[in-house]
């Protein structure tokens, strides 16, 4: 099984940064994509970027330029720096990770608690 452990929300100004962390732990062997969520209030939760083990990277057009995503392999953990925040980020960010089973082609995913980010004045 596979945790993740996120940190790093919270409330913060219009404009404003914020830098989400997400460390996976436990059987993380097969390790593919990580990525981050985000659901708002009354809203389906939506892709905000996602990196491939090779470094490729997927963003919504609505963070694109704001916001990048990395992460260190070594580590098991994927960042979010978001900057330029606006009152439209307000949401629960969620971590996602998708395991490959050790000797399979099935791919697991995992979903770390949420974390809150409020933009507001």
């Known amino acids: 099984q596979v945790q993740l452990l996120e940190s790093g929300g919270g409330l913060v100004q219009p404009g404003g940064s914020l830098r989400l962390s997400c460390a996976a732990s436990?059987?993380?062997?097969?390790?593919?994509?990580m990525g981050w969520y985000r659901q708002a209030p009354g809203k389906q939760r939506e892709l905000v970027a996602t990196?491939?083990?090779?470094?490729?990277?997927t963003y919504a057009d609505s963070v694109k330029g704001r916001f990048t995503i990395s992460r260190d392999n070594a580590k098991n953990t994927v960042y979010l720096q978001m900057n330029s925040l606006k009152p439209e980020d307000t949401a629960v960010y969620l971590c996602?990770?998708?395991?490959?089973?050790?000797?399979?082609?099935?791919?697991?995913?995992?979903w770390g608690q949420g974390t809150q980010v409020t933009v507001s004045s």
């Open positions: 996602k990770t998708g395991v490959l089973m050790i000797g399979t082609t099935t791919l697991i995913h995992y």
């Open positions: 436990g059987s993380i062997f097969g390790i593919r994509a």
């Open positions: 990196v491939t083990t090779g470094g490729q990277i």
